[in-house]
């Protein structure tokens, strides 16, 4: 069983940085996909940002580009995204997910905050 474990999460300032870790119980080059989503009460859970291992691509949402980076060690086979001059509106629950053929691995979620 695949499993994804988020850490990083907590409370910042407007205009401050983060880093969340996404730790992965398997190879990476084992998915087609991963990535990082957020939710917020009341809302659907929304991509922020995806990583493609076996091209290296990256893609980001429009809140996401110029802000945040979505990176991989494969030797750690764990998934980064460092965020950058956060607002409160990035507050939410962050999941990490990978995707392979017709699977859809989520982790446990973590919380940011942004607020003074």
């Known amino acids: 069983q695949v499993q994804l474990v988020e850490s990083g999460g907590g409370l910042v300032q407007p205009g401050g940085s983060l880093r969340l870790s996404c730790a992965v119980s398997?190879?990476?080059?084992?998915?087609?996909?991963l990535g990082w989503f957020r939710q917020t009460p009341g809302n659907e859970r929304e991509l922020v940002a995806g990583?493609?291992?076996?091209?290296?691509?990256?893609q980001y949402s429009e809140a996401a580009k110029g802000r945040f980076t979505i990176s991989s060690d494969y030797t750690r086979n764990t998934v980064y995204l460092q965020m950058s001059l956060l607002k409160p509106e990035d507050t939410a629950v962050y999941y990490c997910?990978?995707?392979?053929?017709?699977?859809?691995?989520w982790g446990q979620g973590t919380q940011v905050t942004v607020s003074l």
């Open positions: 997910n990978a995707q392979r053929h017709s699977e859809d691995y």
């Open positions: 990583i493609f291992p076996k091209s290296g691509n990256t």
């Open positions: 398997t190879t990476l080059f084992s998915f087609n996909a």
